[in-house]
């Protein structure tokens, strides 16, 4: 009997598959940006609101999403105006989030940590039908922003100011790729968690940059590659009993290492293949730093 045939096994595969697909969309213009780690940041301050659901009784979804918001924003704004740099206002929302999430949980009525590891790390196979709801109106919010405004939010993150000057809402495109990294964190948490979420937005595009060209066929090249590896993640893990978010994570890497060592032979092949019979093997120059 296929894994699959089971009612709590087919929920977790639709969930990964929303991750997979919502996460790299997201993700690459976090990397054409330079934040890629961003993601861990605003996770950390999900974690605050997955702990206020705990603590008020209501969905730790909802909750975490309008915490995890609201901190892109706060973040956001930081950076925008330039008197924190952005290294310290990450570091504020890393240690914020985890010690509020960790001080809230404590004053629930569980009085215990153990509900807070399934959001930290992960629990696609708990799974409900309510929840895949949530996940794919907000997957879709997402898929929306990133496809719809492609153009107007490559223009922003590849040249902020250049993209000022051409006339277009600058702030407001910052303030809606903050919010829409807040709604895939919570996309995501279900699936690889919130201290893995990152992972998945950021893998997945560095190994279509080794093969894509041009910024579109990336981010489609990403996606197709995280859906790739929610399936095969949730599979695994199904036949062989192991975490399912690690076991997507690192099958997100693993595929970026084989990537990464085909693309340098070909590239040693077409090199051989292109120089003259005869001709010697001129060594690379020899580079020096200057001081």
Not at 52 to 78: H, R
Request: aromatic fraction near 6%; include cysteine; glycine fraction near 10%.
């Amino acid at each position: 009997m296929s894994i699959f045939s089971l009612p709590f096994m087919q929920y977790a595969l639709i969930g990964a598959l929303i991750t997979g697909l919502v996460a790299p969309a997201l993700g690459t213009y976090l990397v054409q940006r330079r934040l890629a780690l961003i993601g861990d940041g605003i996770g950390h301050v999900a974690l605050t609101g997955v702990a206020v659901g705990l603590l008020l009784a209501q969905s730790p979804v909802i909750t975490a999403m309008v915490v995890a918001a609201a901190g892109a924003i706060a973040i956001e704004l930081v950076r925008e105006r330039g008197k924190t740099s952005g290294d310290v206002a990450l570091a504020v929302l890393f240690y914020g989030g985890i010690a509020g999430g960790v001080f809230l949980v404590n004053l629930s009525a569980s009085h215990t940590n153990a509900n807070l590891m399934a959001y930290l790390f992960g629990s696609p196979l708990t799974t409900s039908p309510a929840d895949l709801r949530i996940m794919a109106i907000l997957g879709g919010a997402v898929l929306l922003v990133t496809l719809g405004l492609r153009p107007w939010l490559f223009a922003i993150c590849h040249d902020e100011e250049h993209a000022r000057v051409s006339g277009l809402p600058v702030r407001a495109l910052n303030l809606l790729l903050a919010v829409t990294t807040a709604v895939t964190i919570t996309v995501a948490m279900r699936a690889v968690g919130l201290l893995l979420v990152s992972a998945l937005m950021v893998v997945p595009v560095a190994t279509a940059q080794l093969v894509a060209r041009g910024f579109r066929a990336t981010q489609l090249l990403a996606m197709a590659i995280g859906v790739a590896a929610a399936a095969a993640g949730i599979w695994f893990a199904g036949v062989y009993d192991t975490a399912p978010g690690a076991t997507i994570v690192l099958l997100a890497i693993a595929g970026f290492a084989v990537v990464t060592v085909v693309t340098a032979g070909w590239r040693w092949l077409r090199r051989g293949r292109d120089r003259r019979p005869g001709e010697p093997v001129v060594p690379p120059p020899e580079v020096t730093l200057a001081r």
